[in-house]
């Protein structure tokens, strides 16, 4: 299954809390 | 839920959550509070097991206790040649002796801790626990 990445924190934070799960953030310099 | 942030596109990111080198992965509660950082690369094994300390974590400071127990006892289970499954077995006792207020539950662990994993930091901060 992939993964679905999400490029925006912010969104990503609020829709964390709406729905009470964690959140992974992966930082990476790695060639696309 | 997975977010991604890739240098020369979110550098912002880099400076807001304090990423100073590549690759850091962290796992923060629903509320946006770091519960794991892991720093450089690591074998796919090892960083599955560290993720699943990063999740018992989170559930663990929700005083999930019972879940936190679970999680930790399945990184134990399933990683238990990982760096990572003594502090899983330090933290399973830990749960539990939450999730019971039974002191009982911590008295187990430097047995556990010593019969497969004396080396480790864990055993010796188990010690206190002996019967």
């Known amino acids: 299954m992939a993964v679905q990445w999400n490029t925006d924190a912010d969104a990503a934070l609020a829709e964390a809390k709406a729905t009470k799960k964690p959140l992974l953030v992966d930082f990476s310099a790695a060639p696309a | ?131």
């Open chain 2, 1 to 131: 839920m997975p977010v991604e942030a890739h240098i020369k596109e979110r550098p912002a990111y880099f400076h807001r959550f304090d990423a100073v080198w590549t690759p850091t992965v962290l796992v923060l509660d629903p509320d946006g509070t770091e519960r794991l950082r892991i720093e450089g690369y690591l074998p796919k094994d090892e960083f599955r097991a560290q993720l699943e300390m990063g999740l018992a974590r989170v559930a663990f400071m929700r005083k999930r206790w019972a879940d936190a127990e679970q999680r930790y006892a399945a990184v134990v289970e399933r990683y238990p040649d990982s760096k990572v499954a003594p502090e899983a077995v330090y933290w399973r006792g830990v749960s539990r002796y939450k999730a019971t207020n039974d002191h009982t539950a911590l008295g187990d662990v430097p047995g556990q801790l010593e019969e497969k994993y004396a080396d480790s930091v864990w055993a010796l901060k188990a010690l206190p626990w002996s019967h």
